[in-house]
Nanobody, 114 residues
Framework: QVQLVESGGGLVQAGGSLRLSCAASGSIFSILTMGWYRQAPGKQRELVAGITRGGSTNYADSVKGRFTISRDNAKNTVYLQMNSLKPEDTAVYYC????????WGQGTRVTVSS
């Protein structure tokens, strides 16, 4: 089973940027759509961005125009570039397939201060 390790989170001021990475232990090529999810304190996990094997993307309205998802199938890695961060982006971020394809990783925490 593919294992996922997220990294790149941290503390950033509002308006700042972060780039998250999701490294898979096995091939993600077989996973048609990969996605980034987030879970804020007291809220359910939500999908914020997805990318197909061919590179088509879609985003939640709350991040559209600010976040960019990409994937490198050769490196088995998925990225999330986050710009113009807002305090409401504060959450633990996870990657997985869309729909869920494997067990969840530990996530990476993003904290945006106002």
């Amino acid at each position: 089973q593919v294992q996922l390790v997220e990294s790149g989170g941290g503390l950033v001021q509002a308006g700042g940027s972060l780039r998250l990475s999701c490294a898979a232990s096995g091939s993600i090529f077989s996973i048609l759509t990969m996605g980034w999810y987030r879970q804020a304190p007291g809220k359910q996990r939500e999908l914020v961005a997805g990318i197909t094997r061919g590179g088509s993307t879609n985003y939640a309205d709350s991040v559209k125009g600010r976040f960019t998802i990409s994937r490198d199938n050769a490196k088995n890695t998925v990225y999330l570039q986050m710009n113009s961060l807002k305090p409401e982006d504060t959450a633990v971020y996870y990657c997985n397939g869309v729909p869920i394809a494997t067990i969840w990783g530990q996530g990476t925490r993003v904290t945006v201060s106002s």
